[in-house]
Structure formats: structure tokens, C-alpha cells
T-cell receptor, first 110, second 116 residues
Framework: GQQVMQIPQYQHVQEGEDFTTYCNSS?????IQWYKQRPGGHPVFLIQ?????EVKKQKRLTFQFGEAKKNSSLHITATQTTDVGTYFC??????????FGAGTTVTVRA | GAVVSQHPSWVICKSGTSVKIECRSL??????MFWYRQFPKQSLMLMAT?????????EQGVEKDKFLINHASLTLSTLTVTSAHPEDSSFYIC????????????FGQGTRLTVV
């Protein structure tokens, strides 16, 4: 089946620093979504990107969708301890199923 | 947002027994629900798509006779792990997407299954 690649798998960040996680698909996406899963919890929807080149912001989180609609990124600035968790991108290939990336697990050192 | 309730949140069972996991949409009708499996520190792997009133669609490599899915109503889908073995121990999560409302997926709380 279609897959979306996500890197890095782990991100250990100093509190206050920035980091970025990337997702890439070999085929064009209908849309891409981002989810956050806290340790022991279930994935929670963060945002959906639909348009080519779209950029959306949620406070310290910036989400981008590539011009070709094949890649996306999540950039977090001034990381806080509340940002701990695993961030997944989820690719929608317009077949009603979501294909999840491997996830980026973020840990924060104070 | 819409609420999906999954029960039980954790279960321990003996090898050879069957376990049923329920997934309910509390405030919306879900014609389609999805069942995922997640191993520790890994991503969500789609097991099957559950369609109300029809047979589930299983992903490649998923044994449909082992993981029985029933979606008898617009608000309830169940996953039964039959003749469970220790290798079936995992975190199982259901989700639903609301047609015409939003394409985000709403997840249940997940079920931690341990087979001993």
C-alpha cells in the first residue's frame, strides 16, 4: 500500500529550542493531517492541510504542505515540556483511509 | 469534536480465549470505523475498515478469521480477537471519520491487550 515516510524517529530537545519533523510521500496526497499522541494516550488531531503550499500556525506550531502536495513538515518553536509526545503525520490518498507515518517521539530536557 | 468511546481500556486474557473490544461513536453516526494496532514505540498500523451493515475490509496480512469485526449499527463496531496468543498482545485503537462534517479522525481511548 501507499506509505508516507516520517523523520526523525526520535527528537531529544533542550527546552526552549526549536525542532522540525518531516513527512514525505512518493505520490500526491489529497490532504495531510497531523496528530499528537501523549505517552499512554491515543492520537489527537492537530491540523489538516489541503492546499498546495499551505502554511498554518497554532501558537508555537507551524505546519507546511509542499507545493507538490507530497511532503509536509511540523516545526515547533521554543519547545516546552508540554510538547512531549509522539507526533504523527497521516496521509490521505483520497481513499478514505489514513496512512500514518512512523511518528517522531519528542523528549524534552529542562 | 466528536467523541469515540472504546471499551475496555485494558484487558488481560489467557492464551486460547477470545476478547471483544467495543468502539462506540457517542454523538454522531459513523458509517465507517477503522481498527488500528500499535506496538510499543511504533506507528499505527491499519488492520481493517469496518463498514456498517457490510463485511469489513481487511488490510493485507491481517487474518480476518482471527480478528472478527462487526459493525451492526451506525454507532457501534466491535473487534473480537479469537484464540488469542501472546503475540497478539498490543494496543488496539479504533477511529471514525465523519462524512460531510470533517475529515479528521476521532480516536477511541485504545485497548491494551495482554495475553498470558
Amino acid at each position: 500500500g501507499q506509505q508516507v515516510m516520517q523523520i526523525p524517529q526520535y527528537q531529544h530537545v533542550q527546552e526552549g529550542e526549536d525542532f522540525t519533523t518531516y513527512c514525505n510521500s512518493s505520490t500526491t496526497l489529497s490532504n495531510i493531517q497531523w496528530y499528537k499522541q501523549r505517552p499512554g494516550g491515543h492520537p489527537v488531531f492537530l491540523i489538516q492541510l489541503v492546499k498546495s503550499g499551505e502554511v498554518k500556525k497554532q501558537k508555537r506550531l507551524t505546519f507546511q504542505f509542499g507545493e507538490a502536495k507530497k511532503n509536509s513538515s511540523l516545526h515547533i518553536t521554543a519547545t516546552q515540556t508540554t510538547d512531549v509526545g509522539t507526533y504523527f503525520c497521516a496521509a490521505d490518498y483520497n481513499d478514505y483511509k489514513l496512512s500514518f507515518g512512523a511518528g517522531t517521539t519528542v523528549t524534552v530536557r529542562a | 469534536g466528536a467523541v469515540v468511546s472504546q471499551h475496555p481500556s485494558w484487558v488481560i486474557c489467557k492464551s486460547g480465549t477470545s476478547v471483544k473490544i467495543e468502539c462506540r461513536s457517542l454523538d454522531f453516526q459513523a458509517t465507517t470505523m477503522f481498527w488500528y494496532r500499535q506496538f510499543p514505540k511504533q506507528s499505527l498500523m491499519l488492520m481493517a475498515t469496518s463498514n456498517e451493515g457490510s463485511k469489513a475490509t481487511y488490510e493485507q496480512g491481517v487474518e480476518k478469521d482471527k480478528f472478527l469485526i462487526n459493525h451492526a449499527s451506525l454507532t457501534l463496531s466491535t473487534l473480537t480477537v479469537t484464540s488469542a496468543h501472546p503475540e497478539d498482545s498490543s494496543f488496539y485503537i479504533c477511529s471514525a471519520r465523519v462524512v460531510g462534517f470533517s475529515t479528521e479522525a476521532f480516536f477511541g481511548q485504545g485497548t491494551r491487550l495482554t495475553v498470558v
